[in-house]
């Protein structure tokens, strides 16, 4: 069974920078997917950036474009997202997520059955 933690998050002021991490367990097999999601309060879940085994597929929305990295550690089933110039409608619950394929929708929630707990991310401005 896939497990995913997630770590990091936390607060700052607009134009800041945080980062968060997951680890994930339990799977052998490479060509995997680790997606970044996050929802603030009263909407949707939304995807923010994707990577796949090996860092040669990688998405972003178009709202963090420029402002989101996304990596990963294949050697400790790490992916990472570090986050700059923060703005208040960053501010929201951040979930990682696994999908041991592709996907014609790497960013779509409803592709991902492996979820961490999330961790919250909050700009103030």
């Known amino acids: 069974q896939v497990q995913l933690v997630e770590s990091g998050g936390g607060s700052v002021q607009a134009g800041g920078s945080l980062r968060v991490s997951c680890t994930v367990w339990?799977?052998?097999?490479?060509?995997?997917?680790m997606a970044w999601f996050r929802q603030a309060p009263g909407k949707e879940r939304e995807g923010v950036a994707v990577?796949?085994?090996?860092?040669?597929?990688?998405r972003y929305a178009d709202s963090v474009k420029g402002r989101f990295t996304i990596s990963r550690d294949s050697t400790k089933n790490t992916v990472s997202l570090q986050m700059d110039s923060l703005r208040p409608e960053d501010t929201a619950m951040y979930y990682c997520?696994?999908?041991?394929?592709?996907?014609?929708?790497?960013?779509?929630?409803?592709?991902?059955?492996?979820w961490g707990q999330g961790t919250q991310v909050t700009v103030s401005s």
């Open positions: 339990g799977y052998t097999y490479s060509g995997n997917y």
């Open positions: 990577i796949r085994t090996g860092g040669d597929y990688i």
């Open positions: 997520a696994w999908r041991p394929d592709g996907s014609s929708r790497p960013l779509d929630f409803r592709e991902y059955n492996n």
